[in-house]
């Protein structure tokens, strides 16, 4: 599996009344993981039916992209300033 592409889907849902501010946690994540060696496309998308709900789509070289992405800080830093911020742990789904 470390020679293949691996997609991730990770959902997030914030608290009532924490969306826009779950949304500048996310959104500041966005440029470091994008500048990741082993990054291919990494988006945020907010639902236009339920503006609680947010996606990221990543695309990444390998697993090891991945696992290194995990360990990155500003990757922590999104997990850590998002955790009070949502209802339940992300949905995460690798593909």
Not at 23 to 33: D, Q
Not at 57 to 77: L, M
Not at 79 to 89: D, G, K, N, T, V
Request: charged residues 25%; aromatic residues 8%; hydrophobic residues 40%.
């Amino acid at each position: 599996m470390s020679d293949k592409a691996i997609v991730i889907v990770a959902k997030f849902m914030a608290q009532p009344g924490k969306a826009d501010e779950l949304k500048k946690v996310l959104s500041a994540g966005v440029p470091g993981s994008r500048a990741e060696d082993g990054n291919v496309h990494y988006d945020l998308y907010r639902s236009v039916e339920d503006g609680n709900v947010f996606l990221f789509h990543e695309r990444w070289k390998s697993q090891q992209a991945v696992d290194a992405h995990g360990e990155q800080p500003h990757f922590k830093t999104l997990m850590e300033r998002s955790a009070h911020l949502i209802q339940q742990p992300p949905e995460i789904t690798l593909f």
